[in-house]
T-cell receptor
């Protein structure tokens, strides 16, 4: 069965520091992979997605993610975090021809000034 | 585009009352999804529609929940009667195609059942 694991429930970083949020998935075929961000009281906004091709994908707000098939991972990175990046981040996996996204449990990011 | 629109943004009701949540998908999108988000269970897909037709409602928790999509620009999720355990944030999302196409989420309706 498909599953998505975000091992870090909370992460705290200082403003200007680099960030990496981890996401591991379990699926037999090549999945569609997504990162969404949810600010307090808001809906989910797509940061980036991977369907195929280049395994390093660029997203909005300076985020990028790298698909590593051998590690079943799709980690989200940002070289320099801004205070406005404080939010909850969700990794999700979908599959071709199906409607179901499986969401991870989320990682809440706190940014210290 | 205005994005996915949901109303109300907040709803407080008493146990046993009927609750109706509303969603307007992005124009031109032919898939509509209803999700529920709670601390305990995270994001759960409740039901989804394709071209106004319910395709899979296996995520609907029980018969107290029902959803309709009378036309391409409007959907409702109804809870009758409501219970305190229904308290959650309910999201509507829409997409142009299924199977990897991006789902665009509305701002959600925060429901509190007392």
């Amino acid at each position: 069965a498909q599953s998505v694991t975000q091992p870090d429930i909370h992460i705290t970083v200082s403003e200007g520091a680099s960030l990496e949020l981890r996401c591991n998935y379990s699926y037999g075929a090549t999945p569609y992979l997504f990162w969404y961000v949810q600010s307090p009281g808001q809906g989910l906004q797509l940061l980036l997605k991977y369907f195929s091709g280049d395994t390093l994908v660029q997203g909005i707000k300076g985020f990028e993610a790298e698909f590593k098939r051998s590690q079943s991972s799709f980690n989200l990175r940002k070289p320099s975090v801004h205070w406005s990046d404080a939010a909850e981040y969700f990794c999700a996996v979908g599959t071709s021809g199906t409607y179901k996204y499986i969401f991870g449990t989320g990682t809440r990011l706190k940014v210290l000034a | 585009d205005a994005g996915v629109i949901q109303s109300p943004r907040h709803e407080v009701t008493e146990m046993g009352q009927e609750v109706t949540l509303r969603c307007k998908p992005i124009s031109g999108h032919d898939y509509l999804f209803w999700y529920r988000q709670t601390m305990m269970r995270g994001l759960e897909l409740l039901i989804y529609f394709n071209n106004n037709v319910p395709i899979d409602d296996s995520g609907m928790p029980e018969d107290r929940f029902s959803a309709k999509m009378p036309n391409a620009s409007f959907s409702t999720l109804k809870i009758q009667p409501s219970e305190p355990r229904d308290s959650a944030v309910y999201f509507c999302a829409s997409s142009f195609r299924v199977g990897g196409e991006t789902q665009y989420f509305g701002p959600g309706t925060r429901l509190l059942v007392l």
